[in-house]
């Protein structure tokens, strides 16, 4: 008795703080992931999904991690992925490769700095990317990260219309592309949340996402 009272007390103990990540072969699973940021708006969102259970994956701009070093720290304590972004947003393909490396390594020391965490993944601004940018980032360590859906909420501006992309865009095994840095997107979030759960979503980082088998560096992945 006293071994089972032990053992429930132990269970319950480890069970408050950890969430099983869930096993997306055997259940529906979708990525939100967020660019751009940290940005005023990205304590909002990380209050949403911590309601909500849910997580995300953030790919942080070097020079906006810089400016809120808190704001990339919070991602990470609260469980969240994060990513790679560039140092200042750029077109890789239209740059030397000395440049790439560079806005690459100062955002890996960057988001290191303010984490603890050096990124495995990066997302190319704009989507712009080559074979080269791919060689590039694997000298990096960084597997490249795109998306199967993308909301294009900093332009649309509009939290109805980003909600019905969200939900037109969302799939099994999807990965979604939307901003922090847009207020509509932080504030429509709740509901988005609650309607993909409804339909029986587990919303997962993208290495959850890819089962353990990677993010591997110098791979490109959706
Ligand atoms: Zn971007």
New binding site residues.
């Given amino acids: 008795m006293v071994i089972h009272a032990l053992l429930a007390a132990s269970l319950a103990f480890t069970s408050l703080p950890a969430q099983t990540a869930a096993d997306c072969s055997r259940v529906k699973c979708l990525a939100l992931t967020f ?2 940021g940290p940005g005023a708006h990205t304590p909002a969102l990380l209050k949403t999904f911590q309601k909500a259970g849910a997580k995300a994956t953030f ?1 942080l ?1 070097g020079k906006r991690v810089e400016e809120r070093p808190g704001g990339a720290r919070q991602i990470v304590k609260r469980g969240h992925a994060i990513g790679n ?1 560039t140092y200042s ?1 750029a077109s890789l393909p239209s740059h030397l490769d000395d440049e790439i490396l560079e806005e690459l390594k100062v955002t890996q020391e960057a988001i290191e700095q303010a984490t603890g965490v050096r990124p495995t993944m990066f ?1 190319p ?2 989507g712009h990317t080559d074979e080269r940018v791919l060689g590039l980032a694997d000298e990096v360590g960084l597997a490249e990260i795109l998306w199967t859906g993308t909301t294009l909420d900093w332009q649309l501006r509009d939290a109805k219309k980003i909600k019905a992309a969200v939900l037109k865009l969302a799939k099994r095994d999807g990965v979604i592309l939307m ?1 922090d840095v847009v207020p509509q997107t932080v504030k429509v979030m709740p509901a988005i949340l609650k309607e993909l759960k409804k339909q029986g979503y587990h919303l997962v980082t993208v290495p959850t996402l890819l089962r353990g088998k990677g993010p591997v560096a110098g791979v490109s992945y959706f």
């Fill in positions: 660019d751009d790919f701009v972004h947003h997302r601004p704009y901003h």
